[in-house]
């Protein structure tokens, strides 16, 4: 069965401070990987996608990740972050033809202004 | 606001009653989802549809729970004699007909909270 961990619950860094965020999911087949992010009040936005190619994807708001296929990880990164980037960020994988979403429990990142 | 909405925000009901919730995906988007989410945990499947048919129930969606989606539009989702565990954001989320890869990129609608007292 298909699962996503992720590691950290909760993260607190200062504004400017880089980001990294892991994510290892467990799958067989071919995978679509995404991050969605979700604003205190608001509803979950899709941040970034992988479907193929470059392994390296660039999302809104200056964030990115690299799927790395040997490691089964998505993390999801960013150089430096702003207060605005304070919310719960939730890795995502699907596969097979249903395209239902198995989510990671989520990481609240808070950052300090 | 073209996007998905979801209705009633927030539902507050006794245990024993049902209550039953209502998505309106985004306009042309064939397949729609149902997802849960408990609090410290991310959103957990529970049944997805293509156009009126419901195609997919996951384990969690017990026989206290049944979802329509008469028409290929909106659909609602039921659960009869609720329970305090029933107690959760709904969420719907709904996909593009294109590509096949669209059909993975699922927009969210702002959720019901349901609180079973």
């Known amino acids: 069965a298909q699962s996503v961990s992720q590691h950290n619950h909760h993260v607190i860094l200062s504004e400017a401070a880089s980001l990294e965020l892991g994510c290892n999911y467990s799958?067989?087949?071919?995978?679509?990987l995404f991050w969605y992010v979700q604003y205190p009040g608001q509803h979950l936005q899709l941040l970034l996608k992988?479907?193929?190619?470059?392994?390296l994807v660039k999302g809104i708001k200056g964030f990115e990740a690299e799927f790395i296929k040997s490691k089964f990880s998505f993390n999801l990164r960013k150089p430096s972050v702003q207060w605005s980037d304070t919310a719960e960020y939730f890795c995502?994988?699907?596969?097979?033809?249903?395209?239902?979403?198995?989510f990671g429990k989520g990481t609240k990142l808070s950052v300090k202004p | 606001d073209t996007g998905v909405s979801q209705n009633p925000r927030h539902k507050i009901t006794k245990r024993g009653q049902n209550v039953t919730f209502r998505c309106d995906p985004i306009?042309?988007?064939?397949?729609l989802y149902w997802y849960r989410q408990t609090l410290g945990q991310g959103p957990e499947f529970l049944t997805y549809?293509?156009?009126?048919?419901?195609?997919?129930k996951s384990r969690l969606l017990s026989d206290r729970f049944s979802a329509e989606r008469p028409k290929g539009s909106f659909s609602t989702l039921e659960i009869q004699r609720t329970e305090q565990g029933d107690s959760a954001m709904y969420l719907c989320?709904?996909?593009?007909?294109?590509?096949?890869?669209?059909?993975?990129?699922?927009?969210f609608g702002p959720g019901t909270r349901l609180t079973v007292l």
């Open positions: 799958y067989g087949g071919t995978v679509n």
């Open positions: 989320a709904s996909s593009h007909p294109g590509m096949l890869s669209s059909y993975n990129e699922q927009f």
């Open positions: 995502a994988v699907t596969g097979g033809s249903q395209g239902n979403l198995i």
């Open positions: 306009s042309e988007h064939n397949r």
């Open positions: 992988y479907f193929s190619g470059d392994p």
């Open positions: 549809f293509q156009n009126e048919a419901q195609l997919e």
